[in-house]
C-alpha cells in the first residue's frame, strides 16, 4: 500500500508544494528561503524515516512566520493523506532525548483530533532569519491540519538552537514510532472503529 501524499498551498503570503513518504528512508529535499529551517526539515525526515519535499516562496521580506506555518499546515495535510483511514497503524508514538545541554520529550497521538500542548520556554531568539518561537507555529499548524494530538516539554535547556532543534528530532522520533505499521494491529487502532 501507497503511504504517500502531496499538497498545495496558494495565498496572498506564500506558495508551497510539498510531498512526503511514510515508507521512505529520511531523505529530504527542502527549499524554504529559511536557512534553519531547512535544517530542522531535513532532520525532521532523517529521524523519522519520513521522505519529505518542500518548495516553498514566502514574503520572506515581511519575516519567516507565514512561510513556516504554512508549511506547517501543509505537512499536516499530507500526514493525514498518507494516512489514510489509519488501519494497523501503531498510532501512539513518544521520545524523550538529550541535545547537549537540553533534555526533550515529544509524545503523539495519531488520534484525529488536533490538539497541541507545548511546554517549551525559550530565548525569543533569532537563529538565523528563523525566530526561535516559529518552532511552536510550525508544530501547532501541523497538529491542527493532520488532526493529531501533540505534547512538548522540555525539561531543561538554556540554547535557543539546542532547543528547537531537540523538539523536532524528539518529535520526528514519535512521529516514527506512531506512524509505523503495527504487525499484531489489525484494522483501525481504537476501539470506536474510526480515527
Same mark, same amino acid.
Given at each position: 500500500?501507497?503511504?504517500?501524499?502531496?499538497?498545495?498551498?496558494?495565498?496572498?503570503?506564500?506558495? %508551497?508544494?510539498?510531498?512526503?513518504? +511514510?515508507?521512505?528512508?529520511?531523505?529530504?529535499?527542502?527549499?524554504?528561503?529559511?536557512?534553519?529551517?531547512?535544517?530542522?526539515?531535513?532532520?525532521?525526515?532523517?529521524?523519522? +524515516? %519520513?521522505?519529505?519535499?518542500?518548495?516553498?516562496?514566502?514574503?520572506?521580506?515581511?519575516?519567516?512566520?507565514?512561510?513556516?506555518?504554512?508549511? !506547517?499546515?501543509? @505537512?499536516?495535510?499530507?500526514?493525514?493523506?498518507?494516512? !489514510?483511514?489509519?488501519? !494497523? %497503524?501503531?498510532? @501512539? /508514538?513518544?521520545?524523550? +532525548?538529550?541535545?547537549?545541554?537540553?533534555?526533550?520529550?515529544?509524545?503523539?497521538?495519531?488520534? /484525529?483530533?488536533? @490538539?497541541?500542548?507545548?511546554?517549551?520556554?525559550?530565548?525569543?531568539?533569532?537563529?538565523?532569519?528563523?525566530?526561535?518561537?516559529?518552532?511552536?507555529?510550525?508544530?501547532?499548524?501541523?497538529?491542527?491540519?493532520?488532526?493529531?494530538?501533540?505534547?512538548?516539554?522540555?525539561? @531543561?535547556?538554556?540554547?535557543?538552537?539546542?532547543?528547537?532543534?531537540? %523538539?523536532?528530532?524528539?518529535?520526528?522520533?514519535? +512521529?516514527?514510532?506512531?506512524?509505523?505499521?503495527?504487525?499484531?494491529?489489525? !484494522?483501525?487502532?481504537?476501539?470506536?472503529?474510526?480515527?
Amino acid at each position: 500500500m501507497s503511504r504517500t501524499a502531496t499538497t498545495h498551498r496558494e495565498t496572498a503570503e506564500t506558495r %508551497i508544494a510539498l510531498s512526503l513518504d +511514510l515508507e521512505g528512508a529520511g531523505r529530504a529535499q527542502v527549499a524554504t528561503g529559511v536557512g534553519f529551517f531547512d535544517h530542522m526539515l531535513t532532520l525532521l525526515a532523517k529521524h523519522s +524515516l %519520513i521522505d519529505l519535499t518542500v518548495e516553498a516562496n514566502g514574503d520572506l521580506h515581511v519575516d519567516a512566520h507565514h512561510t513556516v506555518e504554512d508549511v !506547517g499546515i501543509c @505537512y499536516g495535510q499530507a500526514l493525514a493523506q498518507a494516512l !489514510g483511514e489509519k488501519a !494497523g %497503524i501503531r498510532r @501512539y /508514538g513518544s521520545a524523550t +532525548l538529550p541535545m547537549d545541554e537540553v533534555l526533550v520529550t515529544a509524545a503523539v497521538d495519531l488520534s /484525529g483530533r488536533a @490538539y497541541c500542548v507545548w511546554q517549551a520556554d525559550m530565548p525569543s531568539e533569532m537563529l538565523g532569519t528563523f525566530n526561535a518561537a516559529l518552532a511552536e507555529e510550525f508544530w501547532r499548524a501541523a497538529a491542527s491540519h493532520g488532526a493529531f494530538n501533540l505534547h512538548v516539554l522540555c525539561h @531543561y535547556g538554556r540554547n535557543a538552537h539546542h532547543i528547537v532543534e531537540g %523538539i523536532f528530532k524528539a518529535t520526528a522520533r514519535a +512521529l516514527r514510532q506512531a506512524v509505523e505499521p503495527d504487525p499484531r494491529m489489525a !484494522g483501525v487502532p481504537s476501539t470506536k472503529g474510526v480515527l
